[in-house]
């Protein structure tokens, strides 16, 4: 099984640019998040998704952007992006309403210059 | 309110002695709580999970953590480390037992030979 697969693995940008850090998994789960892990600040969530057609916003949601047009892949958009957002991204998912346990991928680290 | 508190950034242990990982949490309800093993450049694995069963819980690769509501404390143990248990460490609650989570901000292990 492949899980949870992130790409690119690697990305640098200039401020201002857009891009999209896609996100797949082969699990079935409903349930599919982002997260930004930034050092001495823990992971904190950006955007989620409870099924395909639905998202919702996390705890540090501005300047990201998301969609869920299928089970399987939930992106990422960065619209303009900003110094700020250099950071090592998580994508994750678990089978809503189960046992709380999250799959992640492998993180795709952005640096904004 | 939710929040967690790993009370050490970093820990150092030689091999073979035990390891103490502290964390305490705040939560309006009785939480779910877990830890997460991050080894470098990695994404996060689940090592051990508490949802209201046994206060001992019992994890992966020799791990357990014991739940004391009265000290709100989660800490994590193992009786010998191992070279390979040297990662990144992250406490977690989550109030409803779901993937509504709330990270800490991470305890560093390191392994002395």
């Known amino acids: 099984n492949a899980g949870v697969t992130q790409t690119p693995k690697f990305q640098v940008l200039k401020t201002g640019q857009s891009m999209t850090l896609q996100c797949a998994q082969d699990m079935n789960h409903e349930y599919m998040s982002w997260y930004r892990q930034d050092p001495g600040m823990g992971l904190r969530l950006i955007h989620y998704s409870v099924g395909a057609g639905i998202t919702d916003q996390g705890e540090v949601p501005n300047g990201y952007n998301v969609s869920r047009s299928t089970t399987e892949d939930f992106p990422l958009r960065l619209l303009s992006a900003a110094p700020s957002q250099t950071s090592v991204y998580f994508c994750a998912s678990s089978s809503y309403g189960g046992t709380g346990e999250l799959f992640f991928g492998e993180g795709s680290r952005l640096t904004v210059l | 309110a939710q929040s967690v508190t790993q009370l050490d950034s970093h820990v150092s242990v030689s091999e073979g002695t035990p390891v103490l990982l502290r964390c305490n949490y705040s939560?309006?309800?009785?939480?779910?709580l877990f830890w997460y093993v991050q080894h470098p450049n990695k994404g996060l694995q689940l090592l051990l999970k508490?949802?209201?069963?046994?206060?001992l819980v019992k994890g992966i690769n020799g791990f357990e953590a014991e739940f004391k509501k009265s000290e709100t404390s989660f800490h994590l143990t193992k009786p010998s480390a191992h070279m390979s248990d040297a990662a990144e460490y992250f406490c977690v609650v989550s109030p409803f037992g779901n993937e509504k989570l709330t990270f800490g901000t991470g305890t560093r292990l390191t392994i002395i030979p």
């Open positions: 508490y949802t209201s069963a046994a206060t």
């Open positions: 939560s309006s309800y009785s939480p779910s």
